[in-house]
Every structure is written in structure tokens, then in C-alpha cells.
């Protein structure tokens, strides 16, 4: 004997389930979003306590050397374990201060952003830009004077630069208030 059942029925019962499988999606993908964009604003709290940190080693220049020299950037590089993003951004130790000021009251949001934390610095700075392969070998060196362009998050109890977003040609948002806390 075959039980034949009622399509109705099968829909009835599994519609619940289907509508609870489409919440949980819903909350995934807005959760996923969420921390994909970032904080909103300028110098919102980073719950990453060595955001900063991390930052300074990887866009700060640590040392003096050649930075026309291909093989002292290598060195540099394996030296600092920054071997794994095969491109690599970097700006003079000296102008660190100014890439904190950019969170502090000398930067201003971004027109038309994206993600509401970042800020361009006031003024240019130069840059590093690297292409590295897979051997950790610099394959490609280029030093431009542009704009900075920073997320700001509070870590600890400063607002400071956390992310490097790459120059092209984006604007001051002279219509905001400056980017801090």
C-alpha cells in the first residue's frame, strides 16, 4: 500500500521551516555586511587592540635604507614577515605623526565613501608602492606623492589609523566635518 501525500500538506508543514531558513540567511548576511564595511564613522571603537600597531608595521617604514634598491626592500620585507600581500604600500617613518593627524583634525572624509572611516590626509606624502612575488622578492618599485587615505577607529583611547586604502584620485569631503574623535 502506497501513501500518496497531499502537496498542500507538505507545503503547510515545511513553509515554517523555509521562512525560519530565510531569517537566518537574512541576519548572516547582515551580520557578514556589517563587519565587512566597518564602522560608519570616523574613530568609532576597534575592538582590535593592536590594530594600530599592526598598522605601523605594515605601511610605516621602520628603518633607513635604499628605497630605490629593489633588494634592500627584500630585505627589508623578510625582515618585518610582511612576505604574504604581493602588494605592499608603504610611507616614510617621519611622516608618521602626519598619518595620525589625519584622524585627528587635520584629515577629512572621503566624497561619496563607501565605508564612512576613512579620511584623506590634508596634505601629500610620499608612497611606496611594491609589487612582491611569490618568493618574497620586490618585482616592481614606485615612490608618488599622494594624498593618504586612512580608516580611522579608536584603539585604546585614541583615534588612529588602522587600514591604508590605495589613492586613486578620490576627494576631500569639504562639506564634513574633519575626520576626529
Known amino acids: 500500500m502506497t501513501s500518496r501525500f497531499d502537496e498542500n500538506e507538505v507545503v503547510a508543514r515545511c513553509l515554517p521551516y523555509h521562512d525560519k531558513m530565510n531569517l537566518v540567511l537574512l541576519i548572516t548576511v547582515t551580520f557578514t555586511l556589517a563587519l565587512v564595511h566597518g564602522n560608519n564613522q570616523p574613530c568609532q571603537r576597534n575592538n582590535n587592540t593592536n590594530a594600530y600597531d599592526e598598522f605601523v608595521l605594515r605601511h610605516i617604514l621602520q628603518e633607513s635604507f635604499n628605497r630605490y634598491s629593489r633588494t634592500d626592500w627584500t630585505t627589508y620585507i623578510k ?43 590634508s596634505i601629500t606624502m610620499h608612497v611606496y608602492e611594491l609589487s612582491v612575488n611569490r618568493n618574497c622578492r620586490v618585482i616592481n618599485l614606485v615612490r608618488r606623492r599622494r594624498y593618504v587615505i586612512v580608516a580611522c577607529d579608536k584603539v585604546g583611547n585614541l583615534c588612529s589609523p588602522v587600514y591604508f586604502e590605495k589613492y586613486i584620485n578620490q576627494k576631500h569631503d569639504m562639506t564634513a566635518r574633519p575626520c576626529r574623535p
Open 79 to 121: 625582515k618585518y614577515g610582511l612576505c604574504n600581500r604581493p602588494m605592499q604600500t608603504f610611507i616614510k617613518g617621519r611622516n608618521q605623526v602626519d598619518v595620525v593627524q589625519t584622524c585627528n583634525g587635520s584629515g577629512r572624509p572621503l566624497v561619496n565613501s563607501y565605508n564612512g572611516n576613512f579620511c584623506i590626509s
